[in-house]
Nanobody, 122 residues
Framework: QVQLVESGGGLVQAGGSLRLSCAASGRTFSDYNMGWFRQAPGKEREFVARISRSDGSTYYADSVKGRFTISRNNAENTVYLQMNSLKPGDTAVYSC???????????????WGQGTQVTVSS
């Protein structure tokens, strides 16, 4: 089992940057694939980015490709999401998740953080 706590959200103007952090507890952190998801008011939860547990390969939603970067530090039990060139459409609650399978579907992830709010003004 792993516990996840996100931080780093806030209010930023369009074109700005934020870095989200997800701190994990539990000695099995390195066994999990990690993903970032987001949910805006009135919308479904959507995939943002994921990073594998084995080779560290990454994958991004088309909407954030080239702007966001996911990374992980297994020694620190932390996964990051660097967000650049933010747009108003990026406004959402961002959550990190851990799962045993490499996937972009949120239902495939077993463990979730509480989420952190990101608001991008025009």
């Amino acid at each position: 089992q792993v516990q996840l706590v996100e931080s780093g959200g806030g209010l930023v103007q369009a074109g700005g940057s934020l870095r989200l952090s997800c701190a994990a507890s539990g000695r099995t952190f390195s066994d999990y694939n990690m993903g970032w998801f987001r949910q805006a008011p009135g919308k479904e939860r959507e995939f943002v980015a994921r990073i594998s547990r084995s080779d560290g390969s990454t994958y991004y939603a088309d909407s954030v490709k080239g702007r966001f970067t996911i990374s992980r530090n297994n020694a620190e039990n932390t996964v990051y999401l660097q967000m650049n060139s933010l747009k108003p459409g990026d406004t959402a609650v961002y959550s990190c998740a851990a799962g045993l399978r490499v996937d972009t579907r949120w239902r495939e992830y077993a463990y979730w953080g509480q989420g952190t709010q990101v608001t991008v003004s025009s």
